[in-house]
C-alpha cells in the first residue's frame, strides 16, 4: 500500500482493493461498484479539466444524491478541486451569498426544476451550468478516459477538499474549508471507533448539504463499505424509510436525534426493525433523555449507541461516547460529550478563575479546518493560536461551554453566543434577525430560542412593524423566501416596540420571560 497523502490517491486505493464490491447501494435496487464509480469519478475529472478546473478553484454541486454526484466529488478530489454542496431548496438570496464567497468556477445539478437552473445561469451568466443527468453530458462523457488521473500526485495534504457552509451571525452563512489531511484522519477515527468493515452498510439519511453527510460518505466510500443514499421524500415518510433501511440490510446509522425521536414519535420502530443494524450514532443536537431511553429500550441489547460531537469546523465529529443503561440514572442531563478523540487535543477556556474545568471549548490537532473560505476576518476570531503553546499551534473556538467531569468526560452546557442547534443545523439567531431588517416595514427584530425541554426549542421572532400591519402570517410568508426552513422561526410577535436594557440594545431576557 502506497503512503496516502492525499483523497484522490486514497480511493485509487480503496477502488483498486474493492473493485466487485458494492460502493452505492440504492433502496431502488441500482447498485454502482467501486470499479464502476471509479471509472465514471474518472471519466468527470477529465471533463473538469477539460474546462480548465485547476487545484484550488471551487465546484459547485446541487446535489440529490445520484451516482453523478458522488462521483462527481471524488473527480474534484482527484484534481485538487474544491467541491462545496449546495442546497437547491433554499432561498434564492441565501444562495447567493454563499454564490458570492465561493465564486465557483462551474455549477453541477443532479435532476432539478429546470427554470431553477435557469435562473442561475442567467444571475451567473459567466459561470457554466451542467447537469450531472443531461444526456448531452452523458454523451460528452464518452470521449474522456476512465482511467486514473496522473494529476493526484501534485495535490498535498494540505489542499482544500471541500467547503461546508453554516449559518454566519451577520447574515452571511460561513464557509468552513476542510483539508486532504483533515478528513484522512477523519475516515481512519471513523473506521477505529466504529469498527468500520467492507462487509459494513452505512445510512446516508443525512442531506449532502449538512455536515453529518461527511461522516456517512468518507467513513463508508473510503474504507471499502457500502452507502445507501437515501432520497429527501424518503426520509420524510417514517414508515418506508425504516422499510429501506430493513431493505437494504444496513448496519450502521447516523443522523440527527430530530430523525430517531421522529421515528420514535410516530411508531414507526419496533423492536424487530433495524434488525441489521448494530452501530446506532447520533449527533448535533441534544437527545432528548426520554426518548433516548425509549431507544435504548428498543435496542440496547443488541446496539450499541453513540452519542457524538463536533463542530463542522473539526471534520464533523471529535468525539464519541458509547450510552449505557447507567445514563439513566438522571434523567435530567444529557448524555456526556464522551472523551476527546485520540487525533484531537482540547483546552477550556475557564469563564471565571475558581473553576479551570467549565468554560468555552478549544479544538486542537489535525482535524482542525482551514479556516472561512474567503473569510479572513471571522477565521482570524475563530481559529486563534494557543496561548499555552510555544510553537505555532492553532486551536479552534467552538464556542461551546462544557464541564469536564472528574472521570475526565466532557459535558455540553450551552452557548457562548446566540448560536443555536436546531434540528441538529447550526443557526446563529443574528442570520435570521438580518432576514427579517430586510422587509422594509419591519422597524426592530430580535430573534430567541424558546425552551420547551431541556432538550428541545423553538425559534420565536419579536418585531415591531410600520403601520397597522398584523398579519403574522403574512410576514412569515416573506421570511421563507430569504431562508431555509429549517432557520424560519415558529411563530412571530409583533410589539409596539422591544424593551431595551440600561446600554439602550435590545433586552432578549426581557423577551424571554414573555414567552
Request: hydrophobic letters at 40%.
Amino acid at each position: 500500500m502506497e503512503y496516502q497523502y492525499n483523497l484522490g490517491i486514497k480511493f485509487y486505493e480503496v477502488a483498486a482493493r474493492h473493485q466487485a464490491r458494492i460502493a452505492l447501494q440504492y433502496p431502488s435496487g441500482d447498485a454502482y461498484s467501486y470499479a464502476e464509480i471509479n471509472k465514471l469519478s474518472n471519466k468527470i475529472a477529465g471533463f473538469l479539466l477539460s474546462k480548465g478546473i485547476q487545484k484550488g478553484n471551487v465546484v459547485a454541486i446541487f446535489n440529490d444524491k445520484s451516482h453523478f454526484a458522488f462521483s462527481l466529488m471524488i473527480a474534484c478530489l482527484k484534481v485538487g478541486a474544491i467541491y462545496t454542496n449546495l442546497d437547491i431548496t433554499s432561498p434564492w438570496p441565501r444562495l447567493q451569498k454563499i454564490i458570492d464567497t465561493c465564486v465557483p468556477r462551474i455549477f453541477f445539478f443532479d435532476l432539478i426544476d429546470p427554470a431553477i437552473k435557469e435562473n442561475i445561469g442567467q444571475c451567473f451568466s459567466m459561470i457554466e451550468c451542467i447537469g450531472l443527468q443531461d444526456e448531452t453530458f452523458k454523451i460528452t462523457l464518452e470521449n474522456f478516459s476512465d482511467q486514473n488521473v496522473t494529476v493526484t500526485t501534485g495535490i498535498d495534504g494540505n489542499n482544500p477538499a471541500y467547503i461546508m457552509f453554516t449559518s454566519g451571525s451577520t447574515g452571511f452563512p460561513k464557509g468552513a474549508v476542510m483539508s486532504h489531511s483533515n478528513v484522512l484522519n477523519f475516515i481512519q477515527w471513523g473506521k477505529e471507533t466504529f469498527n468500520v468493515t467492507e462487509e459494513d452498510i452505512l445510512t446516508n439519511a443525512n442531506p449532502v448539504y449538512f455536515d453529518n453527510s461527511v461522516f456517512d460518505f468518507y467513513i463508508s466510500i473510503y474504507n471499502g463499505a457500502t452507502l445507501v443514499p437515501l432520497a429527501h421524500e424518503l426520509v420524510k415518510n417514517a414508515q418506508q424509510l425504516v422499510k429501506a433501511i430493513n431493505q437494504s440490510q444496513c448496519t450502521l446509522w447516523f443522523s440527527v436525534p430530530s430523525l430517531l425521536v421522529y421515528l420514535l414519535t410516530t411508531k414507526a420502530l419496533s423492536k424487530d426493525d433495524f434488525y441489521s443494524i448494530r452501530r446506532i450514532s447520533f449527533g448535533g443536537e441534544g437527545f432528548p433523555k426520554n426518548k433516548l431511553k425509549q431507544l435504548f429500550d428498543l435496542f440496547g441489547h443488541r446496539v450499541t449507541l453513540y452519542n457524538v460531537y463536533g463542530p463542522t469546523e473539526c471534520t464533523c465529529i471529535c468525539s464519541s461516547y458509547i450510552v449505557t443503561a447507567l445514563d439513566f440514572d438522571n434523567m435530567n442531563e444529557l448524555a456526556p460529550l464522551g472523551y476527546i478523540a485520540a487525533n484531537f487535543s482540547y483546552e477550556i477556556l475557564p469563564l471565571t478563575d475558581d473553576n479551570i474545568d467549565f468554560g468555552e471549548l478549544t479544538l486542537i490537532g489535525p482535524c482542525v479546518g482551514l479556516g472561512y473560505y474567503n473569510d479572513v476576518e471571522r477565521t482570524a476570531k475563530s481559529f486563534v493560536q494557543n496561548k499555552k503553546s510555544l510553537s505555532m499551534q492553532l486551536m479552534y473556538k467552538t464556542g461551546d461551554i462544557v464541564e469536564k467531569g472528574a472521570d475526565g468526560r466532557l459535558h455540553f452546557k450551552g452557548r457562548t453566543d446566540n448560536q443555536v442547534k436546531h434540528m441538529g443545523y447550526r443557526i446563529e439567531l443574528e442570520e435570521v434577525e438580518v432576514a427579517f431588517s430586510t422587509l422594509p416595514y419591519i422597524h426592530e427584530a430580535a430573534v430567541i430560542y424558546e425552551k420547551i425541554t431541556p432538550e428541545l426549542g423553538q425559534i420565536k421572532a419579536f418585531v415591531s412593524v410600520a403601520g397597522t400591519i398584523t398579519d403574522t402570517r403574512a410576514i412569515l410568508d416573506e421570511i421563507k423566501n430569504l431562508l431555509p426552513s429549517y432557520m424560519v422561526p415558529k411563530a412571530v410577535v409583533i410589539l409596539s416596540s422591544l424593551p431595551k436594557n440600561s446600554n439602550g440594545k435590545i433586552d432578549r431576557k426581557q423577551l424571554v420571560q414573555q414567552v
